[in-house]
């Protein structure tokens, strides 16, 4: 069951995904975050492919493991991006949620010191999503050309 879970989660990291080889960019446009297993895998093929990234919606929970694993001058923003951050957790069996607090401090230290700072600001990753987008994300990640 849960390498059927796996399986889903990566297809749907993948194909919310679109990658136009000419421009050699990745284009984030809609990811509601998911295991973080996939995402790691994905973005360290991203990073190790020299692609930039570029968040154009919502890239929610996992997804924004992205600004830890590639380099941030190749990871631009539009008017639509909205990063979406909150504490990590786990899910057992029954299916209830439980905090990882380890984890959490784990992933907010990867985080590049600008974006730790702003959740920082805002209280700290907690079970409460903390919206980043518009002028706050403009003044930390550059507008895409």
Same mark, same amino acid.
């Given at each position: 069951?849960?390498?059927?879970?796996?399986?889903?989660?990566?297809?749907?990291?993948?194909?919310?995904?679109?990658?136009?080889?000419?421009?050699?960019?990745?284009?984030?446009?809609?990811?509601?975050?998911?295991?973080?297993?996939?995402?790691?895998?994905?973005?360290?093929?991203?990073?190790? !492919?020299?692609? @930039?990234?570029?968040?154009?919606?919502?890239?929610?929970? $996992?997804?924004?493991? =992205? #600004?830890?694993?590639? /380099? &941030?001058?190749?990871?631009?923003?539009?008017?639509?991006?909205?990063?979406?951050?909150?504490?990590?957790? !786990?899910?057992? @069996?029954?299916?209830?949620?439980?905090?990882?607090?380890? $984890?959490?401090?784990? =992933? #907010?230290?990867?985080? /590049? &010191?600008?974006?730790?700072?702003?959740?920082?600001?805002?209280?700290?990753?907690?079970?409460?999503?903390?919206?980043?987008?518009?002028?706050?994300?403009?003044?930390?990640?550059?507008?895409?050309?």
């Amino acid at each position: 069951m849960q390498h059927a879970a796996l399986v889903k989660a990566l297809m749907l990291a993948t194909a919310l995904l679109a990658s136009t080889p000419v421009a050699a960019e990745i284009r984030i446009i809609q990811s509601p975050g998911g295991q973080v297993g996939p995402f790691l895998d994905l973005f360290e093929k991203v990073r190790e !492919s020299g692609e @930039r990234v570029v968040i154009d919606g919502p890239c929610l929970s $996992a997804c924004t493991l =992205v #600004l830890s694993i590639v /380099p &941030g001058e190749r990871i631009c923003v539009t008017k639509r991006a909205v990063l979406g951050f909150h504490a990590a957790r !786990s899910v057992d @069996r029954r299916g209830r949620f439980y905090a990882e607090p380890e $984890a959490s401090d784990a =992933v #907010l230290q990867a985080y /590049p &010191g600008p974006v730790r700072d702003w959740i920082g600001r805002r209280g700290g990753l907690t079970s409460r999503l903390l919206l980043l987008k518009g002028r706050d994300l403009a003044a930390i990640y550059p507008r895409c050309r």
